[in-house]
C-alpha cells in the first residue's frame, strides 16, 4: 500500500520561491509515475508537473513552464516540486499523485491512482 505525504507549501510573497516535497512508503518507489496536480477554490484540479519513473522525462502545464521544476530522488522515495518565480494565481492546495500502470506522466487527474493529503501555498499580493 503506498502512502504520500507532501510538505514544504507556505504563504510567501510574489516573486517569492518554495519546494515541495512529497515522500513516498510503501511499495517500491520507482515502479510509478509521479504527478503533480493543484486545486485553488472553486476551481478543478488542474495538472501542473509530472515525472516518469526513472525521473528521465519529466512534462509541465503550459501555464507553469519555465517556472516549475520537478525531480525525484528514487534512493530518498521522494518527489520534488520547485517553483520559483510564484504569483497570486499559483494560490492553491498542491497533492502529489502515484500512476502505477503508464510509463509517462498523464495529464488527467483520472489516470493517478494514489494521493496526498495536500499542502497549502498562498502566495500574497
Known amino acids: 500500500q503506498v502512502q504520500l505525504v507532501e510538505s514544504g507549501g507556505g504563504l510567501v510573497q510574489t516573486g517569492g520561491s518554495l519546494r515541495l516535497s512529497c515522500a513516498a512508503s510503501?511499495?517500491?518507489?520507482?515502479?510509478?509515475?509521479m504527478g503533480w496536480f493543484r486545486q485553488a477554490p472553486g476551481k478543478e484540479r488542474e495538472f501542473v508537473a509530472g515525472?516518469?519513473?526513472?525521473?528521465?522525462?519529466?512534462n509541465y502545464a503550459d501555464s507553469v513552464k519555465g517556472r516549475f521544476t520537478t525531480s525525484r530522488d528514487n534512493a530518498k522515495k521522494t518527489v520534488y516540486l520547485k517553483i520559483n518565480s510564484l504569483r497570486p494565481e499559483d494560490t492553491a492546495v498542491y497533492y502529489c499523485?502515484?500512476?502505477?500502470?503508464?510509463?509517462?506522466?498523464?495529464?488527467?487527474?483520472?489516470?493517478?491512482?494514489?494521493w496526498g493529503q495536500g499542502t497549502q501555498v498562498t502566495v500574497s499580493a
Open positions: 499523485a502515484a500512476d502505477f500502470t503508464r510509463l509517462s506522466a498523464s495529464t488527467s487527474a483520472r489516470a493517478y491512482e494514489k
Open positions: 510503501g511499495r517500491t518507489f520507482t515502479t510509478y509515475v
Open positions: 515525472i516518469s519513473r526513472s525521473g528521465s522525462s519529466t
